[in-house]
């Protein structure tokens, strides 16, 4: 199982909690649920193995 975090990062005094709901946090699931997608796709790739000497 992979763990990761993904982040925003605003300044504090300038960027208000809505804006954080309303535009950051919907690109950042937005992103998250890309990178779900990428990792799964990766996971599901045939496996192929090399032997030595062949």
Known sequence: ???ASM???VH???TSIE???TEHLPLL???ARETS???AR???RPAI???AGR
């Open 42 to 44: 990766w996971q599901s």
């Open 7 to 9: 982040n925003v990062t």
């Open 29 to 31: 699931q937005a992103a």
């Open 49 to 51: 193995s090399a032997t």
């Open 12 to 14: 504090a005094q300038e």
């Open 19 to 21: 804006k954080l709901v």
């Open 37 to 39: 997608a990428d990792w």
């Open 1 to 3: 199982m992979v763990r």
